[in-house]
Structure formats: structure tokens, C-alpha cells
């Protein structure tokens, strides 16, 4: 990915178009946690191509593009949302392929994140934290970076909602739903 970040840097229209290519469907899910509406979702995605197109030579360290779009994209998306003034309960029906994922122990929440549980149950701020860390894999450092917060701030947010999501688990169906 950084030789593509470089070759963008020096204008190179192909390689940026191949960055968006393979960060397409991590920055459809980032901006479906704030925008309900996927024209909108589109619309913002593309709007932070734009800047991140123009931006580009201005990125320092190659290696931190990732963040650096994600940063943008989230930036993008929270500007629509103030200005459309949407609700903050969000759904992601029709995220292709991330319905649920496989889980074998209780203690081991993160193996057990449904998406649509996760984006119904809890706010804008505790979604993204939840979705840049345990999808995206970065960490909560990179995470503060991306939302202005500090480490120990994503991580007391993140321990949080984890607690709440084991003590919904164990509160059974009426919150999740059937459990294996």
C-alpha cells in the first residue's frame, strides 16, 4: 500500500484510485456508523476522495494513509450529519457479509460483535471506537489519533462497552436474541 501512497503523491491518478479500491468497503462501514442513508454514504466517500486526492501531497508518513483518509471520512460524514441532523440509531442491514461473527467463548466478547447489535445498542462515538478497533485492528492510540481523543479515553470507552455488551449477553434473549 505505501508504494501506491507514494506514486498518488506525485500525481499519480491510477494508484490513488487503487488505494480507494482496496479501503472501498472499510470506508463504506466507517461512514454507515454515522450516515443512515447510503446515497448520502456515497456521497461522502466521494467527497473525501476529493479531499484526500488534493490533500495527499501534504500527508507527512506514507504508512499512516489508512487513519489519514479514515480521519477524513469521519470528519466528512459528522459535517453531513450536523448539517442533516439524523438520528443517532443506525443500522447496517446491508453491509455485505457482516451480519455476525463466530463466537466459542462468553469471556471473549469481541468473537461475538454483531454489527447490527453494536450500531442499535450504543452511540455514534462508542460504534466507531468498537469498529476501528476490533475490524479495522488498530489500536487504541491510532483510534485517539483518528478521533481527537486521548489513548486512555478510547480505552476506558472501549473496556466500557464491552462490559455493557457482556452484561447484555448475559441478560440473554430479550437483548440479543437467541444464543447458542
Do not use: C
Not at 470528519?75 to 443506525?90: A, D, E, F, P
Not at 469471556?107 to 450500531?119: G, M, R, Y
Amino acid at each position: 500500500m505505501d508504494n501506491l501512497v507514494e506514486k498518488a503523491q506525485h500525481g499519480d491518478k491510477e494508484a490513488f484510485t487503487e488505494l480507494i479500491l482496496l479501503l472501498k468497503s472499510e470506508l463504506y462501514k466507517i461512514a454507515k456508523t454515522r450516515i443512515n442513508n447510503d446515497e448520502d454514504v456515497y456521497d461522502v466517500i466521494q467527497e473525501t476522495m476529493i479531499i484526500a486526492f488534493n490533500s495527499i501531497k501534504k500527508l507527512k508518513q506514507i504508512e499512516k494513509f489508512k487513519p489519514w483518509i479514515i480521519k477524513i471520512l469521519i470528519n466528512v460524514s459528522n459535517n453531513l450529519y450536523k448539517k442533516t441532523n439524523k438520528s443517532n440509531v443506525i443500522s447496517l442491514d446491508k453491509i455485505e457479509g457482516y451480519s455476525s461473527l463466530e463466537y466459542s467463548d462468553f469471556d471473549e466478547v469481541e468473537t461475538i460483535l454483531d454489527f447490527n447489535f453494536i450500531l442499535n445498542n450504543f452511540k455514534y462515538e462508542d460504534r466507531i471506537i468498537i469498529i476501528l478497533f476490533y475490524v479495522e485492528k488498530f489500536t487504541d492510540k491510532e483510534i485517539g489519533q483518528i478521533l481527537n481523543l486521548k489513548e486512555n479515553t478510547v480505552k476506558t470507552k472501549r473496556t466500557r462497552v464491552k462490559e455493557k455488551i457482556k452484561e447484555m449477553i448475559k441478560g440473554g434473549q430479550e437483548f440479543y436474541g437467541s444464543i447458542r
